[in-house]
Nanobody
Framework: QVQVVESGGGLVQAGGSLTLSCTAS????????MGWFRQAPGKEREGVSC????????TYTDSVKGRFTISRDNAKNTLYLQMNNLKPEDTAMYYC???????????????????????WGQGTQVTVSS
């Protein structure tokens, strides 16, 4: 049974930093594309960042470029999201998800579509105060 568990969320002041972690079990971690997503109240879930199986290629949504860094440790079955210079508009529930591959047959470097991901965690809340 696949389990995806996020941790590391919390309350932080604008300009601060947080690191989210995600562990996945019940699957062969290095065979999955991994992604971070977020959903604010009343808004659709959006792809924040995603990373290829080996970690060699990453994708970021424009609003977090230069502030967030995604990484993975396949030996630990763990995905990370380092978030710096946080802004109130980053406030959302953050989700981790896994995808064996994309339907287009290649890793998209301009987007992380939620519909391409099969396994999802329960989320961790990030709140940024102004």
């Amino acid at each position: 049974q696949v389990q995806v568990v996020e941790s590391g969320g919390g309350l932080v002041q604008a300009g601060g930093s947080l690191t989210l972690s995600c562990t996945a079990s019940g699957l062969t971690f290095e065979e999955y594309i991994m992604g971070w997503f977020r959903q604010a109240p009343g808004k659709e879930r959006e792809g924040v960042s995603c990373i290829t199986w080996s970690g060699g290629t990453t994708t970021y949504t424009d609003s977090v470029k230069g502030r967030f860094t995604i990484s993975r440790d396949n030996a630990k079955n763990t995905l990370y999201l380092q978030m710096n210079n946080l802004k109130p508009e980053d406030t959302a529930m953050y989700y981790c998800a896994a995808s064996p591959s994309y339907s287009g047959g290649y890793f998209y470097t301009d987007r992380c579509p939620p519909y391409e991901y099969n396994y999802w965690g329960q989320g961790t809340q990030v709140t940024v105060s102004s």
